[in-house]
Nanobody, 123 residues
Framework: QVQLVESGGGLVQAGGSLTLSCAAS????????LGWFRQAPGKEREFVAA????????YYADSVKGRFTISRDNAKNTMYLRMNSLKPEDTAIYYC????????????????WGQGTQVTVSS
């Protein structure tokens, strides 16, 4: 099994910044990707960003490109999401997820999920 634990969410004013963390533990895979997704009330879960653990290739949704940065620390088995220039529409529960194999922007392709962390951006 894989355990994913998110942290770093909170309340921030529009234009502010937050950094989310996702610590992974448990079973390992030779090839996998980690992704960030978010879900606002009444909306479907949507892709935010992803990173291939080996190689570090990164992928972003258009809505966050240029504002968010995904990264990882191999030694700590931790993924990060630095969020700058936050907007009220970024308000959501943010989830990290792990997928065996390459990148995907579909939540249906991810095998393991964290419990989520709330991000609220006030106007």
């Amino acid at each position: 099994q894989v355990q994913l634990v998110e942290s770093g969410g909170g309340l921030v004013q529009a234009g502010g910044s937050l950094t989310l963390s996702c610590a992974a533990s448990g079973r390992t895979f030779s090839s996998f990707s980690l992704g960030w997704f978010r879900q606002a009330p009444g909306k479907e879960r949507e892709f935010v960003a992803a990173i291939r653990w080996s190689g570090g290739n990164t992928y972003y949704a258009d809505s966050v490109k240029g504002r968010f940065t995904i990264s990882r620390d191999n030694a700590k088995n931790t993924m990060y999401l630095r969020m700058n220039s936050l907007k009220p529409e970024d308000t959501a529960i943010y989830y990290c997820a792990l997928r065996r194999g390459g990148y995907s922007n579909s939540p249906h392709h991810y095998d393991y999920w964290g419990q989520g962390t709330q991000v609220t951006v006030s106007s």
